[in-house]
């Protein structure tokens, strides 16, 4: 189940990031810097799991684990980011909403899967 | 922009579902079932707001906001939800991992936009 997050027992950070995304993204080199951007992530100290998905209507959701506010301060200043985060407010996502939360309870499912 | 919650400053609650379907969920009632419980929780006191995506590799998440714990235990004990739920168990989610989370902070972007 590598699309599911690994993350430890509460209490940590979740940022949910939900964006449309413009009709041309994908021919505007989005994907490659969604790719590489999930390849540097995990390097992050205190990065937890990322979980993604995104319907054909374009839009989608992304939520990444942290253990620390200074843990999610640290990647949205990192430099790569800093450049992937301004190409797509100029040409990749329509509208977006971020938010940062704690987790506080979490759990699995079904039972015996 | 009907794909986004409306949601108020923080704090409110975050509920992060996020799951793998089984292949044949489409043609075992899930759809019908998904269409009925969106359309009941926003009548259920202390709901925020939902976003929603699935990609066609059959991995979704599902963001439901909420003002308090409270409302979040009323919409998991709605008779028609557990109805969900037993049958999501069962039929549905090849896995599933659910979250509660305090959100503490959200921006919205782009500017101007």
Redesign the interface.
Known sequence: ?A???R?PE?PYY?V?F?S?RTQDADDDGYGAMANHMAALAPNMPGYLGI???????G???T?SYWTSHEAIAGWKRHSEHLVAQDR???RW???????????????????G?
Do not use: C, N, W
């Not at 979980?51 to 209507?57: K, N, V």
């Not at 996502?93 to 039972?111: D, F, I, M, T, W």
């Open positions: 189940m699309l599911f997050a993350t509460p979740a949910i939900t449309q979980e993604t998905a995104r319907g054909a209507d839009f989608g959701i939520v797509g407010k100029r996502y329509q509208h977006y909403e971020l938010r940062v939360a704690k987790v506080e309870r979490a759990y699995s499912g079904p039972a899967r």
